[in-house]
């Protein structure tokens, strides 16, 4: 897929079909994050890869959204160390890892972190040091059926030329 099917495609999965992704794909879905744009190229972030069952487990326990986290093959939690811009730079790194996914045949949903109160639990659970936040959880896996797409805003509604009109 070239960059503008991917980017024009993807939608949010939350069922997945039970086939594992590859360690290497994982790896390279989370290098696509680490090449995210960053504010000052500060590079605040970090990318927690949980396959294992039990922990995906309490990650959905504790996530009110995400109870699909518990199903997929795998999800990437974003932490970013706090400073001015992490929550920015996290989102871009997020928003890479969801096209990089994709970009790799495999589904993902961005799940609420950083605002949730459950996200300091959940950074508990990780080992996740103090002074860092988390951003994201990403459930990821082949997708069970192709993602069903989201009414989504016109561009003539969005696209301003020049000035807001
Ligand atoms: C900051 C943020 C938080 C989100 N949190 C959740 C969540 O907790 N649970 C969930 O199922 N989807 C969550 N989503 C996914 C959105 O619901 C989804 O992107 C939106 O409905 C648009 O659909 P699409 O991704 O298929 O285009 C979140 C997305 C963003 C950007």
Not at 12 to 34: M, N, T, Y
Not at 59 to 65: G, K, Q, S, T, W
Request: aromatic share 8%.
């Amino acid at each position: 897929m070239d960059a503008l099917t991917v980017i024009k495609t993807r939608r949010s999965v939350r069922a997945f079909a039970g086939r594992q992704v590859p360690r290497e794909v994982l790896e390279d879905i989370v290098d696509c994050g680490r090449l995210a744009a960053t504010a000052r190229n500060e590079q605040p972030w970090e990318f927690i890869v949980v396959t294992d069952a039990s922990m995906r487990e309490k990650i959905a326990d504790l996530a009110e959204y995400g109870k699909f986290i518990a199903q997929a093959s795998a999800c990437i939690v974003v932490v970013c160390k706090d400073g001015r811009y992490f929550l920015e730079d996290g989102s871009a790194a997020s928003q890479n890892i969801l096209l990089g996914a994709w970009a790799h045949g495999v589904g993902s949903c961005w799940v609420a972190g950083d605002k949730k109160p459950y996200a300091v639990d959940i950074a508990k659970v990780l080992g996740v040091p103090d002074g860092y936040r988390v951003i994201s959880l990403i459930a990821l896996g082949y997708p069970q059926a192709p993602p069903s797409p989201k009414p989504k805003r016109a561009l003539n509604e969005v696209l301003h030329w020049e000035k807001w009109a």
